[in-house]
Every structure is written in structure tokens, then in C-alpha cells.
């Protein structure tokens, strides 16, 4: 059970407390009805000071207002030094659109949480180019059950290692596909971005790493030609584990997918679970991509093993 990431330890943003601010964005898609509500309520249950950003509020056909208008409101959220942390409403489209005119600088600098997922896929790649510890978790306005809440809490508020994943019983059990295990560095996200990041300066490499992936709406024989885009264009080299979330939103039986999962899982031999709780359901566990994590395949379960924040405001 050995990792072979060879880059530099990355830069761990400051944990969350009560009272930060956190900046609200919407870099992609337009917001439902009640979502917005929905995410004000949320952040002050978690005790957090939400700030909207213009956009938010904003639809331009499948976009929450134009490029520039998500741009600049994605620039501003990540350089003001008020803010705490940012946090995308939704995912949708257009993330990518926008990704090449965002300037990193503060991130580098001095970092603070960024939280998404499904099309905010792509902020974490950018993040991980420029190694930084970013959380693949759920939207403020989504469904927030008590495992959800508390997986959200022990990654970004407590400063110390959140440990395994919390799956619930009625929920799908995790299942093993390999068997074995792995440590390595956390990497992935949305399996369709990943794929659409091919060729891209932001496309990700899994060397060494512990690669998890979700999709939702994507049929098996989809999932499967995305598996081999990224297969085929190297992302698989050297990867560490495989850590499947949950595929939703398709009406084919779940053995069609779990038989395109274990496909790739045998071909690569690597130790991988598939069922974990993250992806486009309730119960969305809150991981931070590119913290050191293990995966155990015979006990079907992914434990981060070290604090992806640090504490205090320098």
C-alpha cells in the first residue's frame, strides 16, 4: 500500500468558524426557485454570514447571467479578503466558459474553502493545478440530511482529519470491485468535466492518487466512453485507487453500471469500491480534493486521514 505522488504537499485553506463570511456565486447555471432561500437558510444554521453575489439572482438562457457577469463575480468573491470561503449555489453548465479568465493569485497566496461540485468540477481542477485543497461537497441550497451536515462540519470546521465517510442504512451499501487498499492523495470530481478537461491544460493526472468520480443522467454505455477517454488519454496512469460515488438519474438497471465500473476496476487492478456516499444525492459527503485519504476495498470505505485546514486567520 504505497503512494507514488511525487508533488509537493498542497496548501491547505483556513478552516471555517463561526461567523466567517462566505461568498455565494453561481458560475454556471441559473438558479431554481427557492434555492437561493434555501442556501440563506442553510448558511445560518451552519452559523455562517452568506454574502450573494450579482449572478446569483441572474438567468441568461442555461447561464446565471453572462461570462463576464460570472467571471467578475467569481474574481471578486476569490480576492476580497473579507470573505472566508466561497461556495457555488448549483453546477448545471458553464463553468468552463469562464475557467481560463480566473486569476488564482489569492488562492495561492493565502487560501480560503471553495466548495462545489457537478460542473464546479472544473474549479477544482484549476485548484488542484495550482495545489490547493478544494472541497468536492454539496450546494448550499441542495438537501442537507445529518450525515451530510456532519461529513460538511469535519472537513471544513474542525482543523483535524474527517476521517471515513459516513454512509447511511438506507442507503446503498459501498461495495468492493477490487479488493485491497491504498493511501494516496485525493483526485477527481464529475466524471463528464473530467472527461471534457482531456486535452486541456487543467486535465487531471491520478499518478500516485486515490481518483473518485460521480456522474448523474449518464447511461452506462456514456459512463463507459468517458472511462475510456480519460483511460485513453493517460488520466488512469499509476492511480492509486478507484473510488466510485453514486451514478443517478438513469433508469437502466443498476448492473449495467456496476458491470462498466468493475470492468475498468479489474483492467487497472487497483484496489475499488464503488457506492460511496458523494455525488448528485442527499446524502453528498464533503471531500477535499487533494488531502492524503485511504481506501480500503474490503471494508468498501474511503477515510480521509489528515486535516485538509489549517486554523487561525494568518
Request: hydrophobic content about 40%; some cysteine.
Amino acid at each position: 500500500m504505497t503512494s507514488r505522488d511525487s508533488a509537493p504537499p498542497p496548501l491547505r485553506p483556513r478552516a471555517l468558524r463561526p461567523g466567517s463570511r462566505v461568498a455565494l456565486v453561481a458560475p454556471a447555471g441559473p438558479l431554481q426557485p427557492g434555492v437561493l432561500d434555501k442556501a440563506l437558510e442553510r448558511c445560518r444554521k451552519l452559523d455562517l454570514e452568506p454574502i450573494v453575489y450579482p449572478a446569483a439572482t441572474r438567468r441568461r438562457g442555461y447561464l446565471a447571467g453572462s461570462d463576464d457577469e460570472r467571471l467578475a463575480d467569481l474574481q471578486a468573491a476569490f480576492d476580497d479578503p473579507a470573505n472566508d470561503a466561497v461556495w457555488a449555489l448549483r453546477g448545471g453548465y458553464g463553468t468552463l466558459r469562464i475557467l481560463d479568465g480566473l486569476d488564482l493569485a489569492r488562492q495561492r497566496r493565502a487560501p480560503i474553502p471553495f466548495i462545489g461540485f457537478s460542473d464546479n468540477t472544473n474549479l477544482h481542477a484549476l485548484h488542484a493545478r495550482a495545489g490547493v485543497i478544494s472541497f468536492h461537497g454539496p450546494h448550499p441550497g441542495a438537501d442537507f440530511p445529518l450525515e451530510t451536515e456532519a461529513s460538511f462540519r469535519a472537513a471544513l470546521f474542525s482543523g483535524e482529519a474527517s476521517g471515513r465517510l459516513p454512509s447511511r442504512p438506507d442507503d446503498p451499501a459501498p461495495h468492493r470491485l477490487v479488493g485491497g487498499s491504498a493511501r494516496g492523495r485525493l483526485i477527481g470530481g464529475n466524471l463528464a468535466i473530467l472527461a471534457s478537461l482531456c486535452g486541456s491544460r487543467d486535465a487531471i493526472l491520478a499518478r500516485g492518487r486515490i481518483l473518485f468520480l460521480e456522474d448523474v443522467g449518464e447511461p452506462a454505455y456514456r459512463v463507459d466512453r468517458m472511462l475510456h477517454q480519460l483511460l485513453r488519454a493517460g488520466a488512469f496512469d499509476g492511480v492509486a485507487g478507484l473510488a466510485f460515488g453514486r451514478f443517478t438519474g438513469v433508469r437502466e438497471g443498476a448492473g449495467h453500471m456496476a458491470a462498466v465500473l468493475a470492468e475498468l476496476a479489474v483492467r487497472l487492478g487497483v484496489p475499488a469500491v464503488a457506492g460511496l456516499p458523494f455525488g448528485h444525492t442527499d446524502h453528498n459527503c464533503t471531500i477535499p480534493v487533494l488531502a492524503n485519504a485511504r481506501l480500503d476495498a474490503d471494508s468498501a470505505t474511503l477515510t480521509v486521514t489528515e486535516s485538509a485546514t489549517r486554523t487561525g486567520r494568518a
